[in-house]
């Protein structure tokens, strides 16, 4: 199959939100599936719908509610598996169901337990059961980088047969090397008969800093689909960024021949956001995304830019949403002002929504002189973060210093309009508030990460507090600003333990179908 366009399947509400820290409530799944459908991406993987009740949620509420790019769920080979897949999925235009079964020798070996002709049997299964559901199907024989190449053909040649109109070839676990896996592609091309019947999907962890080497030398090769994540985000040490491969196709059509249908506008927008909403901050030097990944220092390029800017860069900021100067808005802005701008920023908020944020943002700028893109993530980001509220802030004091002994009083109220008040010491003013707000609410959690930090500029700039926790091996994080950086952690800290005891309350309601330890 050649095209002129690469599919570009995004996972990041999938693979992505796999990653320790970057678990998304619905509401924050939503606002990243809306911002990928403007970004253009052709597949949303949105979940893995029998992994739990708040997955297969997700998945359902984002095949409702987003037409336009093909909505896509993970599924094992197996029944269960693919019938609650399709169950999520069902009501969507575009549905795909993507199954996957491992086929190396150490996953056949250890992890299955499966002689290689029991895998193909599954395989061919998994496919003909979703193809009973959907036209479209993907397969992807898990740690395929891995996989004896007779092998791999065997069991790609017989999906094809089966129905499979995408066939993944994934690094599991980022081994490849690019010439060897571009390679492994140019092999099924050349060997696996009815090849031409499936669109070929590279699908690249980053364990040694390849995935995006990867993918692109798969293109080389005739991949037509590359799965990819937000700022690369997922399993261990990440996916493919997108942004890094729509960006190397679009800069070097001369060596590439193809495109995307991506805008790339919203690049640095969608990067925020994703960033915003699972807490994992996006390194300094990040190709593409990264806050140097435009700036000069050095004397001689500055000077070099100024004459042709060229010289220095090969991308145009603007190319990726990046505007030259930040308008600053202030108390004189106005409702369409800011309006236009948080849209810009990559937020959808509803009229409602907007309306709250709009009364915040004149609140704020009372209290301070200048409002920077930052201060209005940060109260976009309080709109499409707030789930259901068991506990809500009412006051919260804390004293600390040298030779005092740190402690917090707190108040909050509950769901039915009570109001209850705490006291604790702790080994800091933070440490403090956060041990009266578990003790208030009676809920434990292993405190994991903490960080604070200044959302804009000046004297007067917000605190930004991040939080988190583990519960009962899951790891879920919040955010909260604030002009007080003690308010903004006890409000950090209280959205997390809203959202353990909602996640416990849904698991209660609704026990999964099954466990996920094997396939
Ligand atoms: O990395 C992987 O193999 C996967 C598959 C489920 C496609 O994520
Ligand atoms: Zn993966």
Redesign the pocket.
């Known amino acids: 199959m050649s095209q002129d366009k690469i599919i570009i399947f995004d996972?990041t509400l999938?693979?992505g939100e796999q990653s320790p820290g970057a678990s998304m409530n619905l509401a924050e799944k939503l606002e990243v599936a809306l911002a990928l459908k403007d970004l253009g991406v052709d597949v949303i993987e949105a979940g893995f719908p029998i992994a739990s009740p708040g997955d297969f949620e997700a998945v359902r509420e984002i095949a409702n509610t987003i037409h336009g790019p093909i909505i896509c769920g993970?599924a094992r080979c197996n029944p269960l598996d693919i019938d609650r897949a399709w169950e999520a999925l069902k009501d969507n235009p575009k549905p795909r169901i993507?199954v996957?079964l491992a086929t190396s020798a150490i996953h056949r070996e250890f992890k299955l337990r499966m002689a290689k002709e029991e895998i193909v049997r599954r395989a061919v299964e998994g496919v003909k059961r979703a193809k009973g559901y959907c036209q479209d199907v993907e397969f992807?024989p898990?740690?395929?980088a891995r996989t004896e190449l007779d092998f791999l053909t065997e069991v790609v040649e017989k999906t094809i047969e089966a129905g499979a109109t995408t066939i993944?070839i994934?690094?599991?676990?980022g081994f490849a090397i690019p010439s060897q896996y571009g390679k492994v592609i140019a092999h099924l091309k050349k060997h696996v008969r009815g090849i031409e019947r499936a669109v070929i999907s590279v699908?690249c962890?980053n364990d040694l800093g390849l995935a995006v080497a990867n993918s692109l030398e798969a293109v080389m090769e005739g991949a037509g689909q590359i799965?990819c994540t937000i700022n690369g985000i997922g399993?261990r040490a990440g996916?493919a960024a997108l942004e890094e491969i729509v960006m190397a196709l679009k800069t070097r059509p001369d060596f590439f021949k193809v495109g995307t249908s991506i805008n790339t506008k919203k690049i640095l927008s969608t990067s925020r956001l994703v960033s915003h909403v699972t807490g994992i901050q996006v390194q300094r030097n990040k190709a593409v995304v990264g806050q140097n990944a435009f700036a000069h220092e050095a004397g001689i390029h500055q000077d070099g830019l100024l004459k042709e800017r060229t010289t220095y860069e090969i991308m145009d900021p603007k190319d990726i949403g990046l505007a030259k100067t930040e308008l600053v808005l202030g108390k004189h802005s106005g409702r369409h002002a800011l309006k236009q701008r948080v849209e810009e920023l990559g937020y959808h908020l509803d009229d409602k929504a907007f309306q709250t944020l709009f009364e915040e943002f004149k609140a704020l700028a009372d209290r301070k002189k200048e409002i920077y893109d930052a201060d209005i993530e940060a109260l976009a980001e309080a709109r499409i973060h707030t789930g259901p509220s068991v506990w809500t802030l009412e006051a919260v004091t804390c004293n600390a210093g040298t030779g005092t002994i740190p402690s917090a009083v707190v108040a909050l109220w509950d769901k039915d309009g009570n109001i209850v008040r705490e006291a604790s010491i702790g080994d800091g003013p933070i440490d403090a508030v956060f041990k009266t707000i578990s003790k208030l609410t009676a809920t434990q959690v292993t405190l994991k990460d903490f960080r604070l930090r200044s959302v804009s500029v000046g004297e007067d700039a917000q605190g930004e507090a991040h939080v988190e926790v583990e519960f009962q091996g899951k790891h879920l994080s919040a955010r909260a600003v604030s002009t007080d950086i003690i308010e903004a952690s006890a409000l950090a800290f209280l959205q997390v333990i809203n959202r353990v005891i909602t996640r416990q309350a849904a698991v209660e309601r609704i026990k999964p179908t099954a466990g996920l330890t094997e396939t």
């Not at 994934?170 to 676990?173: E, G, H, K, Y």
């Open positions: 996972t999938r693979d993970l993507h996957f992807s898990e740690d395929a993944n994934p690094d599991t676990v699908h962890h799965e399993e996916n």
